[in-house]
């Protein structure tokens, strides 16, 4: 039984299957020993059967099965090279440029020193000729904004010029 077992094993991609692939063989293989009185070489003939009921076992699975089962697939379709993923990453990176354009022009270039071009607080501080404590206010002003801007929906449409009319006003020259 081990050595059939250990072929079915090798053979099946589950434990389950390969113990039932076992079995299968074993049933057959004394089926077969029951009827038949004369074989001459018994481990040739087991092993023959071994093969054809692995043949079989093959058959019955390709006419069973259509495509990959879905837990074969999960790993694929939720790693972390998603397309979703790096469309909502596109999107929020995308979004805090769009985010950035409304800073200050002083906390923007601050900003893209910082983030963009990695330079040291320090080294912004000197190139700008501004205090050092500064620069390290207008940093933390700008992270805020940005977050506030990240939160809530800009409504560009809603950025119109709409004076205010007075009908009933009328302006005389004198108090």
Not at 95 to 100: D, V
Not at 131 to 140: A, E, I, R
Request: charged share 30%; hydrophobic share 45%.
């Amino acid at each position: 039984m081990k050595p059939l077992y250990g072929f079915a094993l090798k053979r099946c991609a589950r434990l389950q299957d390969a113990e039932d692939l076992a079995q299968e063989i074993m049933l057959r293989a004394f089926q077969a020993l029951l009827v038949r009185d004369d074989i001459a070489a018994p481990d040739k003939f087991i092993w023959t059967i071994a093969h054809n009921t692995l043949a079989n076992d093959y058959r019955g699975k390709a006419k069973h099965t259509v495509g990959t089962p879905i837990g074969a697939l999960a790993d694929t379709l939720f790693a972390e090279d998603d397309t979703a993923a790096c469309i909502i990453e596109k999107e929020a990176v995308n979004r805090l440029h769009q985010e950035t354009a409304y800073l200050s022009k002083l906390q923007r270039r601050i900003v893209i020193a910082f983030y963009y071009e990695n330079k040291k607080v320090n080294a912004i501080a000197d190139k700008l000729v501004l205090p050092l404590h500064t620069v390290k206010w207008h940093l933390f002003e700008a992270k805020k904004d940005l977050k506030k801007g990240m939160d809530t929906m800009r409504h560009i449409s809603g950025l119109t010029f709409d004076p205010i009319r007075f009908d009933r006003c009328e302006t005389h020259g004198s108090l």
